[in-house]
């Protein structure tokens, strides 16, 4: 529906199995080791958010754990998008709290800054301005333009009704 663009790329994936998240983003960077600005964004977050967090890709310290996911639940939050590590995914797990990240790794990190949130970011590759819709699942992260959502979901609808109508034609039903 979006001509194949907009999806993050492979390594971002569900630290649990059969995690699903879908809602507006709050976008969040850091420098690799600080996770300062996720616990702002925490503070910024409404219920049904999706905190999307661009960390560089460091695999070496979590942005993200069993604390801040506590937190998370407590607000409402729909999920998590890191591009980099988490840790605590049995909390993760306990909570019902969807999380996407490149790794789990069992150490933390600091909380010095810098970092920006609601700025523009990128995730998994691809652009994330804040409100923009994210939608998870095991096959993965897809980002919606939020002034593009209403012409998407139509045409997501017609992507499913013709790839509805092939199925039924291959199988005579």
Do not use: W
């Not at 979590?62 to 801040?68: C, E, N, Q, S, V």
């Not at 980099?84 to 790794?103: C, H, I």
């Not at 691809?126 to 333009?145: L, N, Q, T």
Request: glycine content about 14%.
């Amino acid at each position: 529906a979006m001509t194949r663009f907009r999806v993050m790329d492979p390594g971002i994936k569900p630290v649990n199995e059969g995690d699903f998240v879908a809602g507006p983003a709050v976008t969040v960077m850091c420098a690799p080791g600080d996770n300062l600005m996720f616990h702002k964004a925490l503070q910024l977050a409404q219920p049904g958010d999706v905190i999307v967090g661009n960390y560089f890709g460091s695999y070496n310290s979590a942005g993200f754990g069993g604390l801040m996911g506590r937190t998370a639940k407590q607000i409402g939050l729909a999920g998590l998008v890191i591009d980099g590590a988490v840790r605590d995914s049995e909390d993760f797990k306990e909570l019902g709290l969807p999380v996407y990240s490149r790794t789990v790794v069992a150490s933390g990190c600091f909380k010095d800054g810098p970092g920006e949130v609601n700025f523009p970011i990128s995730c998994g590759g691809v652009v994330v301005m804040p409100g923009d819709i994210v939608i998870a699942s095991k096959d993965g992260v897809v980002v919606v333009p939020k002034d593009d959502a209403a012409y998407v979901l139509e045409e997501t609808k017609a992507v499913y009704e013709r790839e509805s109508k092939r199925i039924k034609e291959k199988i005579g039903r």
